[in-house]
């Protein structure tokens, strides 16, 4: 027995190989990945014109990635890549909402840090026809409206008392000042969202419906609302805080109405990984019409085209996919990193040539006797809607268990913040296996400090002595 190792050299060796075999793993998988590119995927039917991706870029607190650019790219019928806008080597660290202007020219809602940077590109020459920059920390769309006047949707506001300030303001460009505001701490308790925070309402969308009436998303009370511009009263509303079943955490809402007039909210259901489509059946009832699921991660904005078909951005498979309104794929495009917007700019038309007209252009589901729940098919086998993810496998595995509801929580804040700081050559799973070798080590190397503390106290001390 005396010859036999002590457990602590057979623990020290079990975790040496536990180390070795994670980094292996990690070498295996990135010698193999291939990121994606930009470029198509299926492409069964061509698209009616080009389109353009307002791609967000993956940076860490401000902080940009060369590899993982902030950009606007234009994709051709077929998927060929026409244009590339890259706003990271302009300065400007995110990309979010992209509205098609009717001259041709785009109108980009950019953030840097701590301002907001809204400005008109045309995209022939890729310059700049004019720009405007707020004091205004985040801010994921800016629409132009009324002729001269910028529609913001300003998130991540608060004062220095921690009173969340998020609002919604019409800036004056003849002016140069603010004419209309309104706030979301005079019209929600303070008690939504779990309390006022930094990121209290993450109103990531607005746009006008008509005439004073100004449409919204606050993400974090998982509803879209309509704002009444005169009143300041909320008019209407899509879903409520907490009530996940309708919207979580969405993205994006488009206005429609059907053939009859019936008000239609098309939506990306972001954290429930679907599209949805509602219509109101009379005072705050709404019946959900339309269900598209399965292969999304993440999607963020969903549009419909002229020809009854949806154009969806799904996010974190870096794709923009056109879909028939039974979910089969006619037309994808892969965008890497963090495509957050796209516009089919031939979908594009407004009779006020000032305005941008992004957004749905085309019938309700109702309208094409469509109604029902689908799944998403035929998208391209090529790209990440392809890959097993580590977090997906992970919450896949605590299905069914006491500890569903926390694994799979953690699961999903794990997959939408590693993407941020993950190398691009690195898979979900090689990035998973390197994140486990190092913990590996940290526990170990915590360990034998413990155990080691006598004799590392005894060194320290015979330094100083």
């Keep these: 027995m005396d010859s036999l190792p002590p457990r602590r050299w057979l623990l020290r060796g079990l975790l040496a190989l536990v180390v070795g075999a994670l980094l292996l793993a990690a070498a295996v998988s990135a010698a193999t990945y291939e990121p994606t590119n930009l470029g198509p995927g299926t492409v069964d039917e061509p698209a009616n014109g080009s389109t353009v991706v307002s791609v967000q870029g993956f940076h860490f607190q401000g902080i940009g990635n060369g590899k993982k650019p902030a950009r606007l790219v234009s994709a051709g019928e077929r998927g060929g890549t026409e244009w590339v806008h890259?706003?990271?080597?302009?300065?400007?660290?995110?990309?979010?909402?992209?509205?098609?202007?009717?001259?041709?020219?785009?109108?980009?809602?950019s953030t840097v840090p701590g301002d907001t940077v809204v400005y008109e590109l045309d995209p022939e020459t890729d310059t700049r026809v004019w720009s405007e920059k707020f004091d205004a920390e985040d801010t994921h769309d800016v629409d132009l409206i009324n002729g001269d006047q910028l529609l913001v949707a300003n998130m991540r506001n608060t004062n220095e008392s921690g009173v969340a300030n998020d609002r919604l303001f019409i800036y004056d460009r003849g002016k140069g000042e603010i004419v209309w505001e309104w706030r979301f701490n005079e019209h929600y308790p303070e008690s939504t969202d779990g309390g006022y925070s930094e990121d209290w309402s993450h109103v990531n969308d607005v746009d006008k419906i008509g005439e004073g009436k100004y449409l919204a998303s606050p993400r974090n009370f998982d509803q879209a609302i309509v704002v009444d511009r005169k009143t300041g009263n909320i008019t209407m509303r899509l879903g409520s805080d907490g009530n996940h079943s309708t919207l979580f955490e969405q993205h994006n809402p488009d206005y429609l109405e059907g053939s009859d007039g019936t008000p239609t909210v098309l939506v990306a259901d972001s954290e429930n990984d679907r599209v949805v489509e509602y219509e109101r059946r009379g005072e705050g009832e709404w019946a959900r019409t339309w269900e598209l699921s399965g292969g999304f991660n993440w999607p963020r904005d969903a549009d419909r085209l002229p020809n009854g078909n949806t154009l969806i951005t799904d996010t974190l498979n870096q794709r923009v996919l056109e879909v028939t309104p039974r979910g089969e794929v006619v037309w994808e495009y892969y965008a890497p990193w963090a495509p957050y917007d796209a516009e089919r700019l031939s979908a594009a038309g407004s009779a006020d040539r000032n305005a941008s007209v992004g957004g749905s252009h085309g019938p309700t589901i109702a309208d094409q006797n469509a109604t029902g729940n689908y799944t998403l098919s035929g998208s391209s086998e090529s790209g990440l809607a392809s890959q097993t993810r580590f977090s997906t496998w992970v919450a896949a595995t605590a299905a069914g268990t006491p500890v569903q509801e926390t694994v799979q929580s953690a699961a999903e804040r794990y997959a939408h913040v590693t993407p941020f700081v993950r190398p691009v050559w690195l898979s979900s799973w090689a990035f998973a296996a390197l994140v486990g070798a190092l913990l590996v080590v940290l526990v170990w190397t915590v360990g034998e400090a413990i155990y080691q503390r006598r004799r590392i106290r005894r060194r320290v001390a015979g330094v100083f002595s």
Excluded at 86 to 107: C, H, I, K, M, T
């Design 86 to 109: 890259n706003g990271s080597q302009e300065g400007a660290r995110w990309f979010y909402d992209v509205d098609p202007l009717s001259n041709g020219n785009l109108l980009v809602t």
